[in-house]
């Protein structure tokens, strides 16, 4: 029905930039876990995420001399309105100004260094008692992990950038697998390590994000594979609860020296993208 | 922080167990006696680093039986172990504990509305087991140190892999259940000794006790978790374990499983009122089921300086202290009443203290003659009996900066297959389990408002009886007759109910 009303090649035209679908992905999550899974979602948590967010990107834009696009800011409040936890509003509002002040501020080679949400939600955690991640929240398996993944897998597809989530799931498997051989644990402990929701959630809607990741494939894979290994060491050894967003901040400053080493393919822009202002999802490699 | 990463990239790449740096018990019963612990009650004391866990112990057999063998990260000293008394668990218990409120209609004709709480305390019950040392070099067990603190005497074991651990325990008269060993051979990879107590019957019999105390335990370390695996060895199906955290941010759930809130504030029947602890029973069952079997459910969460309504007096700063709070100041006083023609000096041999003491610290003499009710201040520095006196907290206001959680966990090795990780979240926002019993107005008074009043009350008993089924599964058509026997007839069941279902009310 929607699709008739909405006729079937401007539902396309809609998806044909993967950012669209992610934001409906990230915000069915949302409406899923509030509703079925109820999650913790006072009212002021999106609506603060979205202002504050969308308000220091118009900030940005305007010093910067950006073109203003409102889609990479949702995405990044609609992440941390997912993964972080706050008791009050304004460090909701601190996380969306580190994230997109990021983006604007700490950039190598003409790209953004760090991915927002996960540097956002790092810095707030640590330096706040008030701020917090609930990696628990999803529970294992069911079916909202295959929804999360569906999603998820849909959205990579339309970024063409599969290959990091799934690199990054098949790393963690081989640690969690290994870890539990090397001290003979059973089986059934890196099976319910894998099925976390909170991890699908992280492999394709965190470090999928194709601005923040080398350009080059196999410098992509070996990145990605870093990123699982500090994560995991951080979350055996250290305890971090959310060690792949930590994974993920610690290893950002790799991407600069990949590129450096592994330079092919010369990536440009998408001719149909403006500039560089929206970065998530945009951006294609094009051998040229 | 470059040693930092080059440490955790190293760790990483080679999949090397980490130092598993936290604990929990697990339980082993000696000889033939036929033991299984179906609950266990921990308490976790946790700021920073530093971790004081408590372990209650409701062991219901042979104190000579009694055994217990928990996973260590150290060696722990003899100074960071220590014996308690059960009473503060019960007490703890008690103040967190789901409950019921009851409210009393008021007159419609008038306006007036009256609020009681009954604290019900849902109590679980845990058993346990016990033993010594031949051939430990061959076995590649190590005796890092041996204590004896209260009633308990306490190995602390080093193994190298956990046919001899297991075969040293053996021996040494511990009974293992099956499936132990790869349990402990985990643990053993990652480096953990192996804390193992039993009773001293000469220290036990002179303590007087007729339980056996909590132990308790001090360390430090970065992994906030508790290790459960090893308590799903000996065990017969599912077992319940209640987990009390003491932080000073905010509440605690579970990292790597859901923790859920548990279904509160909703009007059940009153006639639930003497009998609770089913109904609580059957409501917790229903939520474990409803989280998949797999979820921790959250019974309480709050400030522990306040409580409305309290189930129980929050803890006094020095109960607090005893579990391990070592944040908070002794501070405050202790309160003793006198009973009708004490002198000072009986009241102080009952507290156990010199009379001299109490009278001189209350202006009076020793033989001076006391009221009724007339309440004494207890000097401080003195250990007296908590069941004699009332402590009265510091005057801040109560303000003692702990909250308390209480999660409750239905596990087994299925259902749980990985220890629990903890995070202690910034949420301070307060939680309880709690039922609401609304008694009906049963005047006789007559005017146009009490007969609405009177029509309105078969759909109010009908949606109490439909909350109640919902909460624990309880067949609604027993439901209802219980409530119709208490004077309260459900307008139910709805006509629809009657058409396919034969069992009629």
């Given amino acids: ?203 394709f809607f965190m470090i999928s994000d194709p601005m923040t990741a080398p350009w080059n494939q196999r410098a992509r894979i070996t990145w990605v594979c870093v990123v699982a290994a500090i994560a995991f060491a951080l979350q055996t050894s250290w305890i971090v609860t959310a060690g792949p967003l930590y994974g993920l901040v610690l290893a950002a400053p790799l991407v600069p020296l990949l590129n450096a080493l592994f330079p092919a393919p010369v990536a440009r822009w998408r001719p149909s993208s403006p500039a560089s202002s929206q970065p998530k999802g945009a951006p294609t490699c094009v051998p040229s | 922080m470059r040693a930092f990463l080059k440490a955790a990239v190293f760790a990483a790449a080679l999949a090397l167990p980490a130092t598993a740096n936290a604990f929990c018990g697990f339980y082993v019963a000696k000889g033939d006696a036929d033991l299984f612990n179906e609950a266990s009650k921990v308490v976790m004391v946790r700021d920073g680093d530093r971790t004081v866990i408590t372990m209650a112990n409701d062991f219901q057999g042979e104190v000579r039986d009694f055994a217990m063998v928990i996973p260590a990260p150290t060696v722990l000293k003899r100074e960071q172990i220590h014996v308690t008394e059960n009473g503060i668990i019960d007490h703890l218990d008690a103040y967190t504990a789901p409950r019921l409120v009851e409210y009393f209609d008021e007159n419609p004709c008038r306006r007036l509305r009256m609020e009681r709480t009954l604290g019900a305390t849902m109590s679980m019950v845990e058993d346990v087991p016990a033993s010594a040392p031949v051939e430990e070099e061959r076995l590649g067990v190590t005796i890092e140190a041996e204590y004896t603190v209260g009633e308990y005497d306490i190995l602390i074991l080093s193994a190298e892999e956990s046919d001899g651990l297991s075969t040293w325990l053996t021996q040494n008269g511990y009974r293992i259940p099956d499936g132990a060993g790869p349990v402990l051979g985990s643990y053993i990879n990652q480096g953990m000794k192996f804390f193992v107590a039993r009773v001293n019957l000469k220290e036990h019999a002179s303590s007087g006790n007729a339980f056996l105390r909590p132990l308790q335990i001090a360390f430090e370390s970065k992994k906030f978790m508790l290790p ?232 109010r008993w009908e949606d109490e009886a439909q909350t109640l089924a919902s909460l624990t599964g309880w067949d609604i058509t027993d439901i209802r007759a219980e409530m119709t026997k208490a004077g309260q007839k459900p307008d139910g069941p709805p006509w629809w109910e009657k058409i396919w279902n034969e069992r009629e009310q």
């Fill in chain 2, 228 to 459: 459960i695996r090893l308590g799903t060895v000996n065990s017969k199906g599912k077992q319940d374990l209640l987990l009390w955290t003491l932080t000073r941010t905010g509440r605690v759930e579970t990292a790597n499983y859901r923790t859920q809130r548990m279904p509160t504030g909703q009007s059940i029947p009153t006639y639930v009122k003497d009998d609770f602890g089913p109904a609580y029973k059957a409501i917790y069952g229903n939520a474990v089921e409803r989280a998949g079997g797999s979820g921790v459910l959250m019974e309480y969460a709050w400030d522990m300086g306040w409580c409305d309504p309290c189930a129980a007096d929050p803890l006094s700063n020095k109960q607090l202290r005893e579990l391990g709070v070592f944040w908070v100041e002794g501070g405050g006083y202790a309160t003793v009443v006198a009973g009708s023609g004490d002198l000072v000096s009986s009241v102080a041999a009952r507290l156990g203290i010199p009379a001299a003491a109490l009278a001189n610290h209350n202006n009076l003499q020793t033989n001076s003659e006391l009221q009724g009710g007339q309440e004494l201040i207890v000097p401080p520095g003195f250990d007296v009996p908590d069941h004699l006196v009332r402590w009265v907290p510091p005057p801040n206001g109560g303000a003692v900066d702990v909250f308390v959680t209480r999660l409750h966990a239905r596990y087994d090795a299925v259902s749980f297959p990985e220890d629990l990780r903890l995070i202690e979240t910034g949420d301070r926002q307060n939680f309880q389990g709690r039922y609401v019993l609304n008694h009906p107005w049963m005047g006789t008074e007559q005017c146009p408002a009490a007969d609405e009043y009177r029509k309105s009350l078969p759909d």
């Fill in chain 1, 1 to 203: 029905m929607l699709v008739r009303l909405m006729g079937m090649s401007s539902l396309k035209r809609t998806f044909a930039d993967p950012r669209h679908g992610q934001i409906a992905a990230l915000s069915c999550l949302i409406l899923l876990g509030s509703i079925i899974y109820a999650f913790e979602m006072p009212w002021w948590r999106p609506i603060t995420g979205l202002s504050a967010a969308i308000f220091v990107q118009w900030i940005a834009a305007r010093a910067l001399g950006w073109g203003f696009d409102w889609r990479s800011p949702t995405i990044s409040a609609l992440s941390l309105t997912l993964l972080l936890r706050t008791d009050g509003p304004w460090l909701v509002v601190l996380a969306a100004l580190i994230a997109i002040g990021s983006k604007a501020l700490i950039r190598v080679n003409g790209r953004h260094l760090f991915n927002p949400t996960a540097l956002g939600i790092v810095i707030t955690v640590l330096a706040f008692p008030g701020a917090w991640i609930s990696p628990g929240q999803w529970g294992t398996a069911g079916w909202i992990v295959i929804a999360a993944a569906g999603c998820g897998l849909a959205v990579t597809y339309g970024a063409r950038r599969l290959e990091v989530p799934l690199c990054f799931l098949a790393a963690w498997a081989a640690l969690c697998f290994g870890r539990a051989l090397v001290i003979g644990d059973p089986m059934a402990i890196p099976v319910h390590q894998m099925s976390s929701g909170a991890l699908l959630v992280f492999a």
